[in-house]
């Protein structure tokens, strides 16, 4: 007989890989209870938050944890040691964290993570296979934001070397670096270059001791644009699950260095995912949260068009075109007030009259007024310096061939198309790609009524294709 459960059968096996990690962290069960209580309670997860030592002490002796636990008690375990502990290794099984946990994860552990992912073939395969989460696009409650900031202050190292204002700009010099290649050559250029420098030196240095508050402060915030840089690339490239991972550490970044605004630019960037992947209604919630408080009112007025233009586009999305319109306005007011003499951050370098002019055309498409979209598109083209910010210049170009196939327009998008496929050489994109082959699917039944320009553009869209494939 059981004699803890008082059932007949055979004693349960004791968790020797929970034991060894316990061991390892070198926790008493009463001290491994109160860490799964405070990773319970950032979660919400009520059942956890007041777990006591003999929980810990049964779930050794080999009685299975119910529902999240094996989860929580990865992240506890995580914490303490300062690398990803999984559920397989403490000898459990268990559901995916759930949405509040994968934000309270531990960021730094996050980042190593990832830096797994990025070099490991195996691990790499598991995060994609994961999948794009819907449920993990829930934003954190406004106590959350607290926690994280408290978490960031109270990070300290004893040990060198000490990061100093030097180390952070060369830093800054490489985002910025890595920033302008991916707005010329698209997310599939050189992002795992991006990738492995974040999780190896930038996260060492995250781990360092700092010179200053402010320093701290800093790096925390030129890592979450870095990181914001890793989900931007990789949604550009379709690695959507890849892409919401580096945007959530990216927030995770932003917050623990209380730079509400660059949690806001990251949170529309979320949004402008889940508008492409389908997602309207989460993707108005992420949007209206990018302009909520702080990360609205800090944010330059650039930088708040920005965050204006998206919520209109996901507004667009969710079929309130009233709502769409006032929100196109307001990010023409507050592009329109952006001067020279703005304190405004580095990341926004991109967005100007063009990049505006194609985020209204993609809200009017969605809305349905072509002709509208069309003269949008075609002042985005106009007014784009195309060598700079080559990727988005193909996009828009494939768009606006899209629309006046549409209206039957066709040789006039063969022609727009041609000039896309031109602008595409180099460009290594996810974008780019699927608006080849939105062309491809277009120009079908052109092609089948023996228009030369069609089957000529068809076939290079082809020879496109299947070079971006090799």
């Known amino acids: 007989m059981n004699k803890r459960t008082g059932k007949v059968g055979a004693e349960p096996r004791r968790n020797v890989k929970l034991a060894a990690v316990i061991a390892e962290a070198s926790w008493s069960h009463a001290q491994l209870a109160q860490a799964v209580c405070r990773v319970a309670t950032e979660a919400g997860n009520e059942r956890l938050m007041s777990v006591g030592r003999s929980h810990v002490s049964h779930w050794v002796a080999g009685s299975m944890p119910s529902a999240d636990a094996p989860a929580i008690l990865a992240e506890a375990l995580s914490r303490r040691l300062g690398r990803v502990v999984t559920v397989e290794e403490i000898g459990l099984s268990g559901p995916r964290p759930p949405a509040a946990l994968a934000w309270s994860a531990d960021t730094l552990t996050t980042l190593v993570d990832l830096g797994r992912g990025n070099v490991d073939i195996e691990r790499r395969s598991v995060l994609r296979a994961a999948g794009y989460s819907v449920a993990a696009l829930a934003v954190p409650s406004e106590a959350w934001w607290d926690t994280m900031a408290r978490r960031g202050a109270q990070r300290s190292a004893r040990t060198a070397p000490v990061i100093g204002a030097g180390d952070l700009d060369a830093i800054r010099e490489m985002a910025d670096i890595f920033t302008r290649i991916d707005q010329r050559r698209g997310g599939g ?67 623990e260095a209380d730079d509400p605004p660059l949690a806001g630019h990251v949170l529309r960037a979320m949004a402008h995912q889940a508008v492409d992947l389908g997602h309207p209604r989460q993707a108005v919630q992420l949007a209206k949260a990018s302009l909520s408080g702080r990360r609205s009112a800090l944010a330059s007025p650039r930088e708040r068009a920005l965050l204006e233009v998206d919520h209109a586009r996901a507004l667009a999305a969710d079929g309130h075109g009233s709502a769409a319109a006032k929100a196109l306005l307001r990010a023409e007011d507050d592009l329109a007030s952006a001067g020279d003499g703005d304190d405004e951050p580095g990341r926004v370098f991109f967005f100007g009259e063009a990049s505006l002019a194609h985020e209204t055309a993609c809200t009017l498409r969605d809305l349905g007024d072509l002709t509208a979209a069309t003269s949008q598109f075609r002042r985005s083209v106009r007014t784009r310096k195309a060598a700079t910010f080559t990727r988005t210049h193909a996009v828009t170009l494939g768009y606006l061939g899209a629309i006046q196939a549409r209206q039957g327009a066709i040789d006039e998008a063969c022609s727009t198309w041609s000039s896309a496929l031109d602008a595409m050489d180099g460009v290594h994109s996810g974008r780019t790609r699927q608006a080849v082959v939105d062309m491809r699917s277009a120009l079908s039944p052109f092609r089948a009524r023996g228009i030369p320009a069609a089957a000529e553009l068809d076939h290079r869209a082809a020879r496109c294709i299947a070079s971006a494939a090799r």
């Open 189 to 255: 250029h050189a992002r795992t270059a991006v990738a492995q420098y974040l999780t190896s030196d930038v996260a060492s240095a995250l781990r360092a001791a700092h010179s200053s508050a402010n320093i701290r402060r800093g790096l925390f915030s030129t890592a979450g644009e870095l990181a914001y840089l890793c989900g931007w690339m990789a949604f550009d490239n379709a690695e959507h699950a890849t892409a919401q991972r580096y945007f959530t550490v990216a927030v995770q970044l932003a917050a």
